[in-house]
């Protein structure tokens, strides 16, 4: 295997087991929310896929009217981030560090997107110069 191709490999599994990490970690944020924390005794705590309605499900669900005059538009990423603040209406700390997680996982998961399609386009390259794969196919 050449350098190249496992550095694109190793790149992503760096990748893949920091959303992995990031995913954990969100969780347990969660979990220590005081919502969470709360007996789960009443239907209108939970969401219809069963969730657990932290500050955070709160604030990603917030809907406010638009700028533009015209309906209503969710909280932008600053939005969230100040709506989870002390003092604010979904004020968690918890919650709040689950979000900043939530937003480096999505940058993780570009980067494991980006290194998933350097992978594809090493193997394509490779496959080119044995012809396509279904004419060789029985
Ligand atoms: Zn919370």
Not at 87 to 92: F, K, T, V
């Amino acid at each position: 295997m050449s350098s190249k191709a496992l550095s694109a490999i190793i790149r992503h599994e760096r990748a893949a087991q920091e959303v992995a990490g990031l995913t954990h970690r969100i969780g347990v944020k969660l979990g220590h929310c005081p919502i969470s924390r709360m007996p789960a005794d009443d239907e209108s705590k939970i969401d219809d896929k069963g969730r657990i309605k932290t500050h955070l499900w709160h604030a990603f669900r917030h809907r406010e009217p638009s700028s533009c005059g015209w309906g209503e538009a969710g909280l932008c990423e600053d939005g969230i981030a100040d709506a989870l603040s002390s003092g604010s209406e979904y004020a968690c700390r918890h919650c709040k560090r689950a979000y900043q997680l939530i937003l480096r996982r999505k940058d993780a998961r570009q980067e494991l997107g980006n290194a998933r399609r350097a992978i594809r386009t090493m193997g394509r390259a490779a496959l080119s110069t044995q012809g396509a794969i279904w004419e060789r196919l029985p």
